[in-house]
């Protein structure tokens, strides 16, 4: 249906700053809502942040609020993860997704194969 392609993943230290991309294509990019989610080793996915398809109204879970910023560039069909005071825990592959669905029966769509942020010292 469509397909989404991260990249930016990397090394950095704790304390460092990464941004990741998530450049989509095979559909209309403007008229859904995005998300990123990140999973590391043996542990379950988890949904990171989210945002509407006008770039408003982000959203963020308590681990990263405050460190991580959800932001798109419709003219170019990107959704972004700028990620600042990185922690060891944030290491973990991360992926971006479409948001579909209301609450509580939220749909995350992983078109990609991820990019790995790894941060240690």
């Known amino acids: 249906q469509g397909r989404l392609a991260e990249s930016g993943g990397g090394l950095a230290q704790p304390g460092g700053s990464l941004t990741l991309s998530c450049e989509a294509s095979?559909?209309?990019?403007?008229?859904?809502?995005m998300s990123w989610a990140r999973q590391a080793p043996g542990e379950n996915r988890e949904w990171v942040a989210r945002?509407?398809?006008?770039?408003?109204?982000?959203y963020y879970a308590n681990s990263v609020k405050g460190r991580f910023t959800i932001s798109r560039d419709n003219a170019v069909n990107t959704l972004y993860l700028q990620m600042t005071n990185l922690k060891p825990e944030d290491t973990a592959l991360y992926y971006c997704?479409?948001?579909?669905?209301?609450?509580?029966?939220?749909?995350?769509?992983?078109w990609g194969q991820g990019t790995q942020v790894t941060v240690s010292s």
């Open positions: 997704a479409v948001w579909n669905g209301t609450y509580p029966n939220y749909e995350y769509h992983y």
């Open positions: 095979g559909f209309t990019f403007s008229r859904y809502r």
């Open positions: 945002i509407l398809s006008d770039g408003t109204q982000p």
